[in-house]
């Protein structure tokens, strides 16, 4: 049977007392009570809780203790482990998938140990090193590959207070002023590379809450076609899916654009010196070269499809090197796009979700009387409602859904 299990943490002595506020330097705080630590060795008694409690393959624990006891005190630190961890093994390769660099944390010097598969892992921060090993003492982290194998860790907190970046200035290393650490590891910070995401995203403490208002819409939304649509089921007993609403924001689109030309042109025309009109023909025929047998004769809106996905791909071409890569790579060719957008037709992570969403809104439907219908949506949309609207709302695609009690 697969375990894993996140053992304890331990702040060691001479570790930023910023970070580690109230808690005792050098002293073990276990998750569970048949752990203990022994000088440099992690002992394991016999568990009295049963494995399968609450599931197969589940294990839950919780800290609990008085208000300023330290318990988000070792959460936090926990998440800078794995932060530094994953800057000291990623490198400059943390910038690759993402719009914000990793950033080591100063002065950390803290232990880590988990449990996966009944063998016991022990990360080590000191300072500007690690170490990551498990009891055998096989050495791990050698590569980016070694981090796929930790486990991923996702931390939700909705508290006004928590996790503002001007709180962490006294963690901030001198080369990287006016950086903090805590930015690269909001959702969407990497095609979760790093092994750690915290949600909501916050700018300088501050939440969206209009934003995650949508994004919990569109989750909502996925949620419950999945289990209807692959399981048969109802993803909630007393709630069906009467019909989604997809709108589309005519004006929203074109200030996208028109902001692209503004601040990403500059730096793309550096690399490949072309006019405006050129880059924005250019992109579009790579697009319209991979879906011109889509069926899109009868839907008016393919225009702002297209300026949808011109505006992405600048986008994604100037936030994220990766693919970047491609447009240098192609720069001398007489469309140097087409790499690209090949490229970004068959990657999966949720740096192209919008894309594949314009993608799938273009070759799905189909018209009739005054109606886009989407064939893959029939199964489970009740006949009388079972179409598209398209009325003006905020955002590009599906924003909100209404539900039949």
Known sequence: MNTFKVIGVRALKGCNKHIIKNLEPNTFYAFYNNYKIEGENVIKYEQQVPSNLYAQNISLHAIVGMNGSGKSTIIELIIRIINNLSFYILGKQSKIFSTESLIPVKRLKAELYYEKNHIIYKIVINNDSFSWTDENGNIMGNNSEDLQSLFYTIVINYSHYAYNSLEYKSEIIGRYKKHFWIDALFHKNDGYITPIVLNPFREKGNIDI???TELAKQRSIAFFSYFKLYHSISFHPDYDIKSFVIS????????????AMKVYYPYLAAIKNISKENMSRLIQKAWENKILSFNINNNEYVEYCYQYLIYKTMS?????????????????????FEKVVDVLIHDKSHITLKIHQIIYYLEEPYYHKGRYYWKSLEPFLKKETRFINTDRRDNVFITSSNFQN
């Open 210 to 212: 209009n934003i995650e």
């Open 248 to 259: 589309l924001d005519k004006d929203g689109v074109s200030q996208k654009l028109k902001n």
């Open 316 to 336: 994604i071409l100037v936030k994220y090197s990766f693919f970047l890569s491609y447009f240098k790579e192609c720069s001398k060719e007489e469309n140097p």
